[in-house]
């Protein structure tokens, strides 16, 4: 009797563990029911309940004295056991965490169905689901770690093995990436872009970068489980880790929660290089509310978030005088106060016999107005005017700005659970956030790019149906669908085409771009300076990007004896629109255009300038 109970119990591991781990985040309690000798209880009744939601999920144990209970939520439940003839167990306090297999094996006492006894003690719950890696960050991590942009995508760096993508710029702490892409991080030395996304069971996956395309609102996530190694063939489509993410759901008890983070610059130093503190504000408030439309049955659980942030940014820049814009450089300087001298490119002379380039100087530094380009010349007077001497006689650095950035997002997120009957259960989610963000035009022409204008947007809905066709056998559904957007979008900077016609009146070159970005808009040319210092107009890199993924999926679970069989089928289906992924491009302007040279000898401070490279077009 003895080895059969050990057989029993090798098989039982050997069928929990061969469950193939579905991407749905659900997960399965099993385990073999034996009588005081160790013989199997063919027949035993099992409840197992929601502790919050009071839904309850039965089954029977079968020839083998095993039984299942399969697509449970996480959550924390109570398991009961029951046999005419033996007393009924009760096992409190059992908590499932996402994807969860756990083995709970009972020994049923001889007497009354009547007579209850409650386990409360044993040996901790063994997940036997695989032999994936992974670890489940619960809501205590969630809510309780300071977070710095709150999301939770940063947590997943606290993970063996995980390694964040570094970023820099101003927009590293976004509250959402879009498709730039939020959580890029290399898994066990693996690609940024090989990971897996799901929320509640759906892709969420941005398809460019393959970062997370929808970030939830942190306080409606109730845990998330990162696998990163040796994950089941459901997620063979990636080579990283697989990030499973579960929100809250409603319970019998209406709960909600509001909360508001405050930054400032008043708390905060002044950057040492920037002129001025800057402002810096950043508003973040939100709240959840949760609780039973129809008690034990349906459920629901809001969440709103909403962001007003405003930032310090800042520009250093060289611009030409009003006498320079003109071809005028007669008053041009060295750092120590000499002539900058001017040189004519059209004049280079090449010595084969001793590799030494000569060119001729203009006469008193001043460029013939028959030699200005025409399209340079209209240019000029976009330019903005230097507002300083500069860092030094050159006039280096004679333009200084000290401005702000502001992001207003919102991110909102319901769910719905609904108990039909003890066979069928539905559950629905709706997830949905705006970005704008922008900058002031720190220049004050139509010449100035937008550096962080974009709008960023993301929808995505889950459904989800598990219908219990017989205590054996469990069919379910899911159906995801999401949409995102990341574009360079910012209404100020936006420019006529007649700008663009009246910076080349004799050639169209340029319309094949413009038009086909019409509907999106249109920006002032990008014109890149440097040299004698540095500056640039415009952009020349706008994007248009919008991503559309459907994500139905289908598993049938059947329980056979010792063997638990598991059938699925997915489908992806992914649309990508990018009609505009790089814009126009860019002209660059350099000094060494009019310098003494352009071999490796040139030195920019010393002669010629980047202005009078572009007026010779």
């Given amino acids: ?31 073999l029911v034996l009588d005081p000798s160790g013989a199997i209880i063919v027949g035993a009744d099992i409840l197992v309940a929601n502790d919050a939601t ?32 033996f007393k009924t167990l009760i096992k409190p306090g059992i908590v499932l965490n996402v994807q969860d297999a756990l083995a709970i094996n009972f020994n049923l006492p001889i007497g009354a169905a009547a007579e209850t006894v409650t386990v409360s003690a044993g040996a901790p719950l063994v997940n036997a689901e695989s032999a994936a890696v992974s670890t ?46 939020a959580g890029n991080f290399s898994v066990n ?13 759906g892709n969420v996956n941005e398809g460019r970068n393959n970062g997370s395309g929808l970030v939830p609102n942190l306080d409606s996530i109730q845990e998330f489980k990162v696998i990163t190694s040796a994950g089941s063939a459901e997620y063979g489509q990636y080579s990283g880790a697989i990030v499973n993410v579960v929100t809250k759901g409603g319970t019998n008890a209406w709960h909600g929660s509001a909360f508001e983070f405050l930054r400032n610059e008043k708390f905060d130093a002044r950057n040492f290089f920037d002129p001025s503190l800057g402002a810096f504000k950043r508003n973040q408030f939100g709240g959840t509310v949760g609780g039973p439309i129809i008690k034990n049955k349906l459920f ?32 041009a300087l060295t750092p120590s106060g ?36 025409p399209t340079a010349q209209k240019l000029m007077t976009y330019l903005w005017a230097p507002n300083n001497a500069g860092d030094n006689l050159s006039g280096e650095g004679n333009y200084k700005s000290s401005y702000p950035w ?36 720190w220049g004050g022409t139509i010449a100035v790019p937008s550096d962080n204008g974009g709008t960023m947007d993301a929808l995505n809905a889950v459904i989800d149906g598990v219908w219990m066709i017989n205590p054996t056998t469990a069919l379910d559904i899911n159906m995801g ?81 010792k063997h638990s069989l598991e059938f699925g089928w997915e489908w992806r289906h992914q649309y990508w629109q990018n009609p505009i992924q790089t814009g126009p491009g860019s002209l660059s302007f350099n000094s060494i255009d009019t310098g003494n040279t352009f071999q490796s000898s040139y030195n920019a401070s010393q002669t010629g300038d980047m202005y009078a490279s572009a007026l010779l077009g």
């Fill in 1 to 31: 009797m003895r080895l059969r109970q050990i057989v029993l119990l090798v098989f039982l591991g050997l069928v929990v563990i061969a469950r193939v781990e579905a991407q749905s985040p659900n997960g399965t309690i099993s385990g």
């Fill in 54 to 85: 009071g839904v309850q999920y039965s089954a029977r144990t079968n020839e083998s004295g095993i039984y299942v209970v399969a697509n449970l939520p996480p959550g924390t439940y109570r398991l009961q056991v029951s046999k005419v003839g």
């Fill in 136 to 181: 489940v960050i619960d809501r205590r991590f969630v809510e309780n770690l300071p977070l710095n942009g709150r999301s939770y995508i940063d947590l997943l760096g606290l993970q063996a093995g995980v390694v964040p993508q570094t970023r820099s710029g101003a927009l590293t702490d976004r509250p959402t990436a879009g498709t730039g892409s």
């Fill in 189 to 201: 030395g693996g690609r940024e872009a090989s990971n897996g996304f799901m929320l509640n069971g």
């Fill in 300 to 331: 629901n659980f809001f969440a709103y978030e909403r962001w007003y942030a405003t930032q310090p940014s800042s520009k250093t820049q060289t611009l030409p005088t009003a006498a320079e814009k003109n071809g005028d450089f007669s008053g």
């Fill in 338 to 373: 000499a002539q900058r001298v001017i040189y004519n490119p059209f004049t280079t002379q090449f010595d084969p016999n001793t590799g030494v380039v000569t060119r001729t100087p203009f006469t008193n530094n001043i460029i013939p107005s028959n030699m200005i380009d």
């Fill in 406 to 441: 502001w992001i207003h997002y919102w991110n909102l997120s319901d769910r719905a659970d609904y108990n039909v009957s003890d066979n069928v259960r539905l559950f629905g989610r709706f997830s949905k956030f705006e970005t704008r963000l922008d900058n002031v035009n």
């Fill in 481 to 561: 669908v999401s949409y995102m957007e990341d574009t360079y979008d910012s209404g100020w900077a936006k420019v006529d085409p007649s700008v663009w016609a009246g910076l080349w009146p004799s050639d169209n070159w340029y319309t094949n771009v413009i038009s086909s970005a019409a509907g999106i808009g249109i920006y002032f040319p990008r014109f890149n300076f440097n040299g004698n210092g540095s500056s640039y107009t415009g952009f020349g890199g706008w994007w248009f990007d919008q991503a559309r993924s459907y994500n139905p999926t289908v598993t049938l679970t059947k329980e056979k004896g």
